[in-house]
């Protein structure tokens, strides 16, 4: 692999520039239309942007009939709609505006959201360092929500608009006006009290204006699961008591937190738009003690620097756990070619043992420095709030196909064809990387970048509480992982007696280098796969001529004289217009219903929160596979135990509802009932049977584990 650094990764770094450059100069749009979705970026600046005028940015959904978004506490299920600014120098953006929410209900459930049309605003601020020297302002978004008919699909956009500073822009002031109107009023005295006790919150409203008195209510809590959804509602609707408003209301059969105070907004749904008003309430007395709850519902590690620490022996546990599946990885088919390559490396005899020591040493640094650099991404993003866990890099189909890159590279290095002369090569960076040591170390964060969607035996538990624990220990975690990794090729450089096994050099070394090319070949076959799985087969099939034409490049690299230049202008130039033409078909994902995500699968439904609450509540047990297509472990097991006959006759005959939790694409939804279970990353396997705590069987299944897992199920009556 040494010969191989100098020219393969200087292409890659160059090829993946231009891919990313590629990318990123596409046009963000003011408008985003999915299937279900209508999304716009659209402003309110009546008088221009100026300091004392009324601005506000606001995201305009247009859903389809029969689906949905939903609002600030979505209810029994969904999840709230997101926006992020990006605004220039000088204008800062406030709160969301939010619309007064309607009332959906689901089955049993109770969601608060939005059908039809809504508005989502945001008021602007102008300060005194906005830049007074250009006509006109550009505001980008980053939005992100969840659309749900009979199933949920979670879709985001990117927008961008130019907004003059002198011209009035008020061609949805209607729309803004009506937000506006419905923002609440402050409702005094504030915060008023509420009396818990075992059969929920005791509430009583006062302060309330005389035009309310006698009328129906509808009450809104901010907060989610910590209440019951529908308030003000039958048979859930509350009694006037003089000018004061008093309700019992019930408990959320899931809640997750146990605040001290809420935010309640009170509407009259009886006037057109409707009257609202906001309070806080102080919470008094004791939480009582709930239930049992489902998987997905349990309460959520929070990760913060205020984590409590973990005892010495779990800590020890979860090293021990860590540094153990640092080392099956290595048995991974997403790291084993890797390693092959670098023990092949050692059977140079020209290194001396001290270089093989240096190389070792090299290559544990490379996988430890790279391991704690992931880690400390995972952990930093988590605490900004995004919804990730370990692996999330290929939820990515810009990384994918980056690395789809990659091993095409290393394979036509192995293969012989990447040869390049050496004035492509000249400088001291060149000569640097060229350098077994350094060959050594980015072996090492290569090992590290294929091994991390991949999840080992006893590596699941120790990486999910790894990013529960404060950072420090988190990170130990994560270096006993790298330890384990780095571990079989460092004592092999280390040890000259293992060395002594390597045969000498000679004609099967370049048998064995051009054989090792398959495995590489075939990890693009998969990774070409994944991304199928992501955007779509004609995204597969475009990300699969562009590294023909990356082939083609290559190979021109090694002719001679004018036909070189010839050959690279051609293929490079068909290849740069293939990039700016087709390239959204390889980076955007398509959205795609749960349901034909698993359409494949006899006898599997697609996973949510509230099919698996359903199941629960009434009576019948549930196995949730939390599965991925770029998880080679999930889809071997899918294979060898989950399809097995056997297997699926005793789910059978237990009624087992099988539920399929894909994570190929980022869901929050997936991420967190992943959190409640203390894992980060797939594969993981629930069997939950009711009134029972989740059973969470091995990474690696075999038909008699589950089998034996089973038998503690009683048959149904």
């Not at 949510?608 to 009576?619: I, K, M, Y």
């Amino acid at each position: 692999m040494g010969c191989m650094s100098a020219h393969l990764l200087r292409i890659f770094a160059l090829l993946s520039l231009s891919w990313v450059s590629s990318f990123a100069q596409l046009p963000i749009s003011a408008v985003v239309t999915t299937p279900q979705v209508r999304a716009e970026l659209v402003a309110h600046a009546p008088q221009g942007v100026k300091p004392g005028a009324p601005l506000l940015l606001g995201l305009l959904l247009q859903h389809q009939p029969g689906w949905h978004t939903y609002w600030l506490n979505p209810g029994d299920s969904g999840l709230a709609t997101q926006l992020n600014w990006t605004l220039p120098k000088g204008l800062q953006a406030g709160p969301t505006l939010w619309p007064i929410p309607q009332m959906i209900r689901v089955g049993d459930m109770m969601n608060h959201g939005f059908e039809g049309q809504v508005l989502l605003g945001a008021p602007l601020s102008l300060g005194n360092d906005m830049a007074t020297d250009t006509p006109s302002l550009r505001v980008q978004l980053q939005a992100s929500w969840l659309v749900c008919k009979q199933e949920c699909i979670p879709q985001e956009g990117q927008f961008e608009l130019q907004l003059s500073r002198s011209v009035s822009t008020a061609s949805h002031a209607q729309a803004f006006e009506a937000l506006l109107a419905a923002q609440p009023h402050n409702l005094q005295p504030s915060p008023q009290t509420a009396q818990l006790s075992a059969t929920g919150l005791a509430l009583r409203i006062q302060g309330l204006p005389s035009p309310l008195q006698g009328k129906p209510l509808q009450l809104f809590t901010a907060q989610s699961e910590v209440l019951a959804n529908g308030l003000g509602t039958a048979p859930l609707a509350g009694q006037w008591q003089g000018q004061d408003y008093l309700l019992q209301a019930p408990l959320h059969s899931m809640r997750s937190s146990e605040p001290t105070q809420l935010d309640l907004l009170i509407a009259n749904g009886e006037t057109s738009p409707a009257e609202t008003w906001q309070t806080k309430v102080a919470i008094q007395g004791a939480w009582p003690a709930q239930g049992g709850t489902p998987a997905s519902a349990l309460k959520r590690p929070q990760v913060s620097a205020t984590s409590e620490p973990a005892a010495w022996p779990t800590l020890l546990a979860a090293l021990l756990g860590a540094l153990a599946g640092g080392l099956l990885l290595n048995l991974m088919p997403c790291v084993l070619p890797v390693l092959a390559i670098k023990v092949l490396s050692l059977s140079q005899h020209h290194h001396s043992a001290a270089q093989r020591r240096a190389m070792g040493v090299a290559y544990a640094l490379g996988v430890m420095a790279s391991m704690l650099a992931l880690a400390l991404l995972v952990a930093g993003l988590r605490a900004s709030g995004q919804q990730l866990g370990w692996g999330f890099q290929l939820q990515s189909p810009v990384v994918v196909s980056l690395l789809a890159l990659l091993f095409t590279l290393i394979a036509l290095n192995l293969l012989g064809v990447l040869h390049i002369h050496a004035s492509w090569s000249s400088g001291l960076a060149a000569q640097w990387v060229r350098h077994p040591l350094a060959d050594a170390g980015l072996s090492g964060v290569l090992a590290v970048v294929v091994a991390a969607p991949c999840t080992a035996p006893f590596m699941g538990a120790s990486v999910g509480i790894a990013l529960t624990l404060p950072l420090w220990q988190g990170l130990l975690i994560f270096l006993a992982l790298g330890l384990g990794l780095a571990l079989p090729f460092t004592l092999l450089s280390w040890v000259p007696s293992w060395a002594r096994w390597l045969p000498r050099p000679g004609r099967w070394m370049e048998q064995l280098r051009q054989l090792l090319a398959f495995p590489m070949l075939a990890t693009v076959v998969w990774l070409l796969w994944v991304l199928g799985q992501q955007t779509s087969i004609d995204g597969m099939a475009v990300l699969l001529t562009m590294l023909l034409l990356v082939g083609a490049c290559v190979w021109a690299m090694g002719l001679n004289g004018k036909a070189q230049w010839l050959g690279v202008g051609l293929w490079g130039g068909l290849l740069l217009l293939l990039m700016f033409s087709w390239g959204p078909l390889v980076w955007r994902e398509t959205p795609t219903s749960p349901q034909s995500a698993n359409a494949g699968s006899t006898g599997w439904q697609a996973w949510s929160p509230e099919r698996e609450a359903a199941a629960l509540q009434a009576g019948q047990t549930v196995f949730i596979d939390f599965t991925a297509a770029w998880c080679v472990t999930c889809q071997v097991n899918k294979q060898t135990t989950l399809g097995n006959s056997q297997v699926l006759q005793a789910f059978a005959d237990k009624q087992v509802l099988l539920l399929r939790a894909d994570w190929t694409r980022r869901d929050p939804a997936i991420t967190q009932a992943l959190e409640t279970l203390g894992r980060s990353g797939v594969p993981v396997y629930v069997l939950h049977a009711p009134h029972q705590s989740p059973q969470i069987l091995s990474e690696v299944l075999n038909p008699e584990l589950v089998l034996q897992a089973l038998t503690l199920i009683p048959l149904p009556q």
